[in-house]
């Protein structure tokens, strides 16, 4: 099988009913509608784990060159992160905030072209590049479930609700997904991007729109991180920088679109 895509659509569709089902659990007397987003998002995930394989097998390089590669595997990695925090923290609803997310970032890659390059410009043919943006997306996957956490965390403290978990876990949450994701964003998004933009372009900075945004996501994460450890932030200011820091990472992405620079092909 040569195709991807109609394993992409099982996996936008099962991530917009994973939502639905989310949403219908709040305030339901039995769990079954969360068991059963549950699972329709693992079904989701299968599926769209079969999609990036099968594209990385027929093109030869992993699915990370244009924007419909990129923005498709960002939303895996959301869900997998997702997944992974799950096995250690249980954070109940925490899937209602997250798969609304997965959802949008899949759509948004669905509005790109689909077609399958096995032949890349030889900027991309280094595997500094796949090391660059491997690290990168899985980082920002981790963010993008911080930010659902942090904002549970401001509705969970402005109104007591019960099928929210306690801010002490949503806290937790947030947290853990940043301690995670900042040192692969770290190490992949500037420390990997620099040795392949050197490799490159013979300079590992540019002040490309997308490096300069990269290293703004980077401050705000560190911020957070300093603030919380030196300082002992927690509660709403740490949840809002968390929010802020998913916010300008989502501007970093997108940016390329309708600002110019060396990224204007992811």
Known sequence: MENDVPFFWVALFAYLGAT?????DVGAPKRWFGRLAFVTLLVGF??????????????????????????????????????LLQLRHK???????????????????????KEMESQLVPALQSYWLQIHVTLAVIGEGAFAVACAGAVMYLLKSARD???LPSLETLDSVTYRAILVGYPL??????????????????????????????????LIYSAYLHARVTQGWRGKRAAVLAIIGFCAAVFTFISNLFIGGLHSYV
């Open 20 to 24: 639905l089902l989310y949403a219908l």
């Open 46 to 83: 299968c599926s769209h784990s079969v999609a990036l394989v099968i594209r990385t097998v027929v093109t030869g390089h992993p699915p990370f060159t244009g924007m419909y590669e990129y923005a498709s595997s960002l939303a895996w990695a959301i869900v997998l992160f997702y997944f």
């Open 91 to 113: 954070a109940g609803n925490l899937g209602l905030f997250v798969s609304p997310i997965a959802f949008v970032v899949i759509v948004v890659a669905s509005l790109f072209p």
């Open 161 to 163: 609700t019960k099928w």
């Open 185 to 218: 964003f770290t190490l992949g998004a500037l420390f990997a991007g620099a040795i392949w933009a050197w490799k490159a372009w013979g300079r590992p900075w540019g002040w490309d729109p997308k490096e300069v945004g990269s290293l703004v996501v980077w």
